[in-house]
């Protein structure tokens, strides 16, 4: 039996486990593409990134490359890079400005639009028979923003944008406008890793690895350690590396039923899992929290909403980070290979110094050259390359941290997304697996918001 | 004075040219050496206080706007380094859990058209080409290559890098990470 064939054993929620397969089998992948890639709603780019008429931006689309461009009446559309009369891609660059797309196959002309104004020989060869009113690029089947963040979708039965993002996705996007008026950062940081995207997405969740896989970032002190609340650390005896040397951890852990993390969870998979304001601070002075507190936000946005300093995912691969205000989208290219984009965004209003800070501690934090992000890739690299063992692939993947014990509160009030109070955990990275399977097996909308409701608990 | 006339002369000049191209192509070798042994502290003390070690993004522009195909200070890069982080990041490899680099990778750096652009007897604008190939575990291998457009200061018979601008022949980059220095 394939591993598509058996697609409910995938993923246990009652044993908290993975099936290993997933993050390497070629059909898993091409269901992917099918079933989530070209069906979900997806980040594509920031208005600000095509302030002017005719700018332009390349987004992937599972394999589809689309260019979101700036229309003469200010609006946006994102078109299908591909010419309608063999496929050429008509737009070479990553981003730009242009006056019409113009294919250098045959020399088709198309307007920022997409419409179709130019065909050498039109007359002499084609006799006038060919419609170009009807051949044009194609548009995805919906496009459409968040207060300046551009998504679209292939499918034209997607629920309208903002249903999709639901609470925790629009939440996820609020992190970050409720500061204030954001643009782009010039300069989309990209980089390719040869891991299972799903690894990647994965990790946004987990608050455990840290302190272990960045260790040696904390050790700087370039990057403020994980805040240390209780003065209690992880136990570690007996983890020691190769040379019987005994880590020494540098920040502080809270365990047992203490709340010092907040996972929120929501319809078709999304999530958003972190420390609470509390717990984190101001992260050495790096973050400014006092937006938090201002009127519009506390009637905007629910209590515990406002306590969150997580991370958020909008299913599949859009990660939005607070700190620095950036969003990383884990793009698949294979089973086995996967683009990392960094989008930075700061605030217009800010003076120049803490402009130049912000921009400094997005750079050195993340990034391939980033003192957190440089050891994540190897970690995600390996784990993927040893899910093609005949053997390695029948060791289940372990999200079993405080599985269980995630009791998900669903609020009367209607204030916040649903959420779960504890300490770190592995609830963001399950809800995501569980969801990921609903997606896969298909089905109507309708079916797929109702097979990914919270549950009581996680 | 074309270019190439200008390294056809002859006589005292050409003398004091190459006696100045020997003592940075030294220089330029000498840090290379330093980096494949891995002696990132010694390294580092190349730099000067207020060095700038800046890699900007690059990314696929049209001809015409070719210009722009650099990001710049200011904007997102994937080095922006003071010397502070600079230490860091050589800190950071001692600790002993820097992951990505242990095992460590081999590195080999090849620094080749080495030009002296400007020089004012003070600070010289020098530009060199790169090639830093990294072969990491089993099969992991990465080539880079590109510019660098080098400030060096003289400085006590020898120079101090008061500027490193690195231009990369890569837009997506084709690597996991950036762990190594350029």
Same mark, same amino acid.
């Given at each position: 039996m394939t591993v598509v064939d058996n697609l409910s054993e995938m993923v246990s929620l009652e044993r908290g486990e =993975?099936?290993?397969r997933i993050f390497s089998d070629p059909e898993i992948f091409e269901l992917e593409m099918k079933t989530i890639f070209a069906r979900s709603w997806l980040f594509l780019c920031h208005e600000s990134q095509i302030p002017k008429k005719g700018d332009f931006f390349e987004a992937p689309m599972g394999r589809d490359n689309v260019l979101v461009v700036r229309q003469r009446d200010g609006g946006i559309k994102a078109l299908l890079?591909?010419?309608?009369?063999?496929?050429?891609? =008509?737009?070479?660059?990553?981003e730009g400005n242009a006056k019409n797309f113009m294919c250098t196959?045959?020399?088709?002309t198309y307007d920022i639009g997409g419409k179709l104004v130019g065909v050498p020989g039109l007359e002499e060869l084609y006799h006038n028979e060919l419609d170009t009113t009807k051949i044009g690029l194609r548009s995805v089947a919906q496009l459409d923003t968040y207060k300046g963040f551009v998504f679209a979708t292939h499918d034209p039965e997607a629920p309208p944008l903002h249903d999709f993002l639901g609470r925790t996705g629009r939440l996820g996007l609020e992190y970050i406008v409720a500061q204030g008026d954001m643009e782009i950062v010039p300069g989309i940081q990209k980089f390719v890793i040869p891991c299972n995207w799903k690894f990647a997405v994965d990790n946004l969740f987990d608050w455990y690895h840290p302190q272990i896989t960045h260790l040696s970032a904390f050790q700087t002190g370039m990057v403020p350690s994980p805040?240390?609340?209780?003065?209690?650390?992880?136990?570690?005896?007996? =983890?020691?590396?190769q040379e019987g040397t005994e880590l020494q951890l540098p920040g502080g852990v809270v365990g047992g039923d203490a709340g010092d993390q907040l996972v929120f969870i929501d319809a078709y998979g999304h999530a958003i899992s972190g420390p609470t304001v509390e717990a984190l601070g101001d992260f050495g002075g790096l973050v400014d929290n006092s937006w938090r507190d201002r009127p519009d936000v506390v009637e905007a946005l629910g209590p515990m909403s406002r306590r969150s300093l997580g991370h958020a995912n909008i299913f599949p691969t859009c990660w939005i980070t607070p700190p620095f205000n950036q969003i990383s989208l884990r793009i698949p290219r294979g089973p086995m290979e996967t683009e990392i984009w960094w989008f930075s965004f700061i605030r217009k209003d800010l003076p120049p110094e803490h402009r130049a800070m912000a921009i400094s501690g997005a750079i050195h934090s993340f990034g391939p050259a980033g003192l957190l992000e440089q050891e994540d890739g190897e970690n995600w690299a390996q784990s993927t390359l040893q899910t093609l063992g005949a053997a390695s692939s029948k060791v289940p993947q372990l999200l079993t941290m405080n599985l269980s014990r995630g009791k998900v509160v669903h609020d009367d009030d209607d204030l916040d997304p649903p959420y779960i109070e504890c300490s770190i955990n592995e609830h963001g990275q399950l809800w995501t697996y569980l969801a990921w399977v609903q997606w896969l097996k298909g089905g109507s909308w309708a079916e797929l918001q109702e097979r990914t409701s919270p549950p009581d608990v996680l | 004075m074309t270019a190439i006339e200008e390294n056809t002369r002859v006589g005292g000049d050409l003398l004091a040219d190459a006696l100045r191209q020997f003592e940075v192509e030294r220089f330029l070798t000498n840090e290379a050496a330093l980096l494949d042994a891995h002696r990132y502290a010694d390294w580092v003390q190349l730099f000067s206080d207020d060095t700038h070690y800046f890699m900007p993004i690059r990314r696929t522009r049209l001809r015409k706007q070719v210009s722009q195909e650099f990001t710049k200070p200011g904007e997102m890069a994937f080095f922006d380094d003071n010397k502070d982080i600079l230490l860091a990041r050589v800190a950071k490899l001692a600790t002993g859990a820097a992951w990505a680099e242990d095992p460590p990778s081999r590195t080999r750096h090849v620094i080749t058209?080495?030009?002296?652009?400007?020089?004012d007897g003070q600070e010289l604008e020098v530009h060199s080409n790169f090639i830093l190939y990294r072969t990491r575990l089993k099969s992991e291998e990465t080539t880079w290559i590109g510019s660098r457009q080098d400030l060096l200061r003289r400085h006590e018979g020898s120079f101090l890098i008061a500027r490193r601008h690195i231009l990369l022949e890569q837009t997506v980059l084709l690597s996991q990470n950036l762990s190594n220095f350029f």
């Amino acid at each position: 039996m394939t591993v598509v064939d058996n697609l409910s054993e995938m993923v246990s929620l009652e044993r908290g486990e =993975v099936d290993r397969r997933i993050f390497s089998d070629p059909e898993i992948f091409e269901l992917e593409m099918k079933t989530i890639f070209a069906r979900s709603w997806l980040f594509l780019c920031h208005e600000s990134q095509i302030p002017k008429k005719g700018d332009f931006f390349e987004a992937p689309m599972g394999r589809d490359n689309v260019l979101v461009v700036r229309q003469r009446d200010g609006g946006i559309k994102a078109l299908l890079n591909t010419c309608a009369h063999r496929g050429n891609a =008509v737009c070479r660059a990553e981003e730009g400005n242009a006056k019409n797309f113009m294919c250098t196959y045959h020399g088709w002309t198309y307007d920022i639009g997409g419409k179709l104004v130019g065909v050498p020989g039109l007359e002499e060869l084609y006799h006038n028979e060919l419609d170009t009113t009807k051949i044009g690029l194609r548009s995805v089947a919906q496009l459409d923003t968040y207060k300046g963040f551009v998504f679209a979708t292939h499918d034209p039965e997607a629920p309208p944008l903002h249903d999709f993002l639901g609470r925790t996705g629009r939440l996820g996007l609020e992190y970050i406008v409720a500061q204030g008026d954001m643009e782009i950062v010039p300069g989309i940081q990209k980089f390719v890793i040869p891991c299972n995207w799903k690894f990647a997405v994965d990790n946004l969740f987990d608050w455990y690895h840290p302190q272990i896989t960045h260790l040696s970032a904390f050790q700087t002190g370039m990057v403020p350690s994980p805040p240390d609340i209780t003065g209690k650390r992880m136990n570690t005896a007996s =983890v020691a590396d190769q040379e019987g040397t005994e880590l020494q951890l540098p920040g502080g852990v809270v365990g047992g039923d203490a709340g010092d993390q907040l996972v929120f969870i929501d319809a078709y998979g999304h999530a958003i899992s972190g420390p609470t304001v509390e717990a984190l601070g101001d992260f050495g002075g790096l973050v400014d929290n006092s937006w938090r507190d201002r009127p519009d936000v506390v009637e905007a946005l629910g209590p515990m909403s406002r306590r969150s300093l997580g991370h958020a995912n909008i299913f599949p691969t859009c990660w939005i980070t607070p700190p620095f205000n950036q969003i990383s989208l884990r793009i698949p290219r294979g089973p086995m290979e996967t683009e990392i984009w960094w989008f930075s965004f700061i605030r217009k209003d800010l003076p120049p110094e803490h402009r130049a800070m912000a921009i400094s501690g997005a750079i050195h934090s993340f990034g391939p050259a980033g003192l957190l992000e440089q050891e994540d890739g190897e970690n995600w690299a390996q784990s993927t390359l040893q899910t093609l063992g005949a053997a390695s692939s029948k060791v289940p993947q372990l999200l079993t941290m405080n599985l269980s014990r995630g009791k998900v509160v669903h609020d009367d009030d209607d204030l916040d997304p649903p959420y779960i109070e504890c300490s770190i955990n592995e609830h963001g990275q399950l809800w995501t697996y569980l969801a990921w399977v609903q997606w896969l097996k298909g089905g109507s909308w309708a079916e797929l918001q109702e097979r990914t409701s919270p549950p009581d608990v996680l | 004075m074309t270019a190439i006339e200008e390294n056809t002369r002859v006589g005292g000049d050409l003398l004091a040219d190459a006696l100045r191209q020997f003592e940075v192509e030294r220089f330029l070798t000498n840090e290379a050496a330093l980096l494949d042994a891995h002696r990132y502290a010694d390294w580092v003390q190349l730099f000067s206080d207020d060095t700038h070690y800046f890699m900007p993004i690059r990314r696929t522009r049209l001809r015409k706007q070719v210009s722009q195909e650099f990001t710049k200070p200011g904007e997102m890069a994937f080095f922006d380094d003071n010397k502070d982080i600079l230490l860091a990041r050589v800190a950071k490899l001692a600790t002993g859990a820097a992951w990505a680099e242990d095992p460590p990778s081999r590195t080999r750096h090849v620094i080749t058209n080495v030009r002296v652009v400007e020089d004012d007897g003070q600070e010289l604008e020098v530009h060199s080409n790169f090639i830093l190939y990294r072969t990491r575990l089993k099969s992991e291998e990465t080539t880079w290559i590109g510019s660098r457009q080098d400030l060096l200061r003289r400085h006590e018979g020898s120079f101090l890098i008061a500027r490193r601008h690195i231009l990369l022949e890569q837009t997506v980059l084709l690597s996991q990470n950036l762990s190594n220095f350029f």
